[in-house]
Structure formats: C-alpha cells, structure tokens
C-alpha cells in the first residue's frame, strides 16, 4: 500500500482538516500520479456537506486532477514515467455494459467508480478523490495532457470543461445557432467560451448586471439580465440552445420562454431540490428539456486535446489547501473568477 497525506471531511458538520491513508500499489495496468493541481467543483461542496444524500465519510474531494506520473506498470502503455496525466470524475467502471462499450462510461449502467465519494468495482472499498498527494489509477481511466500549458488552469477542465462541451457536441450547437448559457461561474465561464469556439452566437443569461463586462472579456456576443422584464420580452422565442449552469434552485419555465420553437434547454447544474416545470412551456412550441453528465473517456480526451488546440483554459485562483474551507465559503457567496485550484504543493 501507498501511505498518502490529503485533507477529508469527517462529517457533514465539519470543516476539512488533513487525512492520512492508503492507495493500492501500482498494478500492472495503473499508473501512479504525483497530484500537482486539483480544481474544486461546487459538487465537492455537496457532497462534503450531504445536500445530494448517500455521502461517504472520510471524504476526501477532489475530481479535477492534473499531475505528474511518477510510476507505471509493466504492462502500461499510454503513459511513462514523467508524463503529464488527468484524472476526472471517474476512476473506472464495468467496461461491459452497453453504454461502457460505446465509451460513455459516465452512463456506466452497472457501477460507476467516483473518484471520490464512492466505491470501487467490488462495492466496499472506498474511493478517496484529489485532495491529495498522490493517486492511482487504472491507465484506460486516465487523460493524457499535452506538457506546454499551465496545469493550474488545465485542472478545471476534467470536470467544468467536459460538463459544458459533451452537451455542445451532442446537440451540435455551433456557426449559426444562438446559444444561452445561464451562470457565469465554474461551468458557465467554460460553456461561454467552448460555445464560442464553436461558431454560436453566445449571450449569458445573468442575473447579475455588473457581470457583463466579464461575460463579454470570455467571449460572449451579448449579455441579458434576468431580473429586466423588458430585456425577457425582446429574448423571448430567440434561443435556438440555452446551457443552464446554475446549481442553485431558479425557475426553468422562465428560462423555457426564451426558446424558439423545437429549442433545448440543456440542464447540467444539479440543484439540491426538484424545480416544477410546467407543460406548457415545453408543449406550447414543441420544446425540448434535456440534461447531460459529464463525458466519457473518449470524449474528455477528445475535449482536453480540443482545448489545447484552441488555447482555451479555465479562469482560476489558485489557493494553498489550507484555504479550503474558506474558499468553500467564498464559493457560496459566487466570489470567484471562476474556479478555486488547489497547489498541492502546500499540502
């Protein structure tokens, strides 16, 4: 076993503190990473606290992982010793069912691994996330990262930049479509910038006026403030997509008015209660209210190399691991620009 320091969550109530434990020695076919940056994603802040249920303790967060390989084994074959690698929001899954064989593991209909907050294949070892030093990790659930970027804002994108492209690419939306992206936070900031970086005419549906400078310095072709009843009624049947982001309790049917007929609205914010929808804003023009999670292997390897070729980036603070529970409490107060990073190397 590999003793490795972190920080975990003993309970719900508690602020994280550190964590010693072990991870599994390299098998043959894993890779073992030295953790250098770790995003911190407003699920963290979920989970930690309990608001989705079922959570596991000691929790130790953490899915937005870039690092260095520090070890493989003898049978590994993407990866060397020194290589750039990511890990996202999942370690592993049964790599059988429907759904694992078309590369959307994330849909796993057997058993998804977490990377955190969950368990292994055999359902009673747990799973201990980013907030750490070290991991490892099968090499097929692993992500190649191209070496000349900055890693602090490469992390985000193993979960806030696979969230808003694998919907963008599953619904096609680019050259021509009107996209709205609903938040400018972690994920929104990503869905205005990959939308684009795609062709879409991009505006943030916001509720916060004075973010419209920053909506625009992201890319963003136009800015609505939600709580403007003239601005709701001229973008009234205008989005062809709109991108919620948002993972606080709003209400969709206002949001669903701003579709033109057969638009989607595409849901990947998880707010923590169910919000009422009513018929009539989706039958009324043959609306569309979808959601979408994550992305598979294929496709995240797919996004990063994307995101590389285009030198698109998360907009981050990077922080030491002490200020965890403080940016925790920051996050809530949306005071971040636009996704907290851990520098491991304060563990």
Request: glycine letters at 10%.
């Amino acid at each position: 076993m590999i003793q490795t320091r972190g920080y975990a969550a003993q309970n719900a109530e508690n602020p994280l503190g550190p964590f010693s434990f072990a991870r599994r020695d390299v098998g043959a076919h894993d890779v073992l990473i030295e953790i250098l940056y770790c995003g911190v994603c407003h699920s963290d802040l979920h989970q930690v606290r309990n608001e989705w249920g079922g959570s596991i303790y000691p929790m130790v967060p953490g899915h937005e992982i870039v690092g260095r390989v520090s070890k493989v084994g003898d049978q590994v074959t993407k990866f060397k010793e020194g290589d750039f690698a990511g890990v996202g929001c999942f370690v592993d899954s049964c790599r059988t069912c429907p759904s694992c064989q078309e590369g959307l593991e994330q849909y796993c209909e057997v058993h998804n691994v977490g990377t955190y907050n969950s368990y292994e294949l055999d359902k009673k070892t747990p799973t201990y996330g980013g907030y750490s030093s070290q991991i490892v990790v099968d090499e097929k659930y692993t992500l190649k990262i191209a070496p000349d970027q900055d890693m602090s804002r490469v992390a985000p994108l193993l979960c806030a930049g696979i969230t808003t492209y694998s919907p963008l690419r599953q619904w096609q939306v680019g050259k021509g479509h009107k996209l709205g992206v609903v938040g400018l936070g972690g994920l929104g900031h990503m869905g205005v910038k990959l939308g684009a970086s795609m062709g879409a005419e991009v505006t943030v549906l916001s509720t916060s006026p004075n973010k419209e400078a920053d909506a625009r310095a992201l890319g963003a072709h136009k800015f609505l403030v939600t709580r403007d009843e003239d601005q709701l009624k001229e973008y009234r049947n205008y989005f062809d997509f709109i991108l919620d982001t948002v993972s606080a309790p709003h209400n969709l049917d206002m949001y669903l008015s701003l579709l033109r007929r057969d638009g989607t609205m595409i849901l990947v914010g998880a707010p923590p209660e169910p919000a009422p929808v009513s018929g009539f804003s989706l039958i009324s023009r043959r609306k569309r209210l979808v959601g979408s999670m994550i992305g598979g292997i294929p496709e995240t390897q797919e996004m990063l190399d994307y995101c590389a070729q285009h030198n698109i980036l998360s907009d981050v603070e990077v922080i030491p691991i002490a200020q965890i529970n403080e940016a925790y409490e920051r996050m809530l107060r949306s005071d971040v620009k636009y996704r907290f990073v851990i520098d491991m190397a304060t563990l």
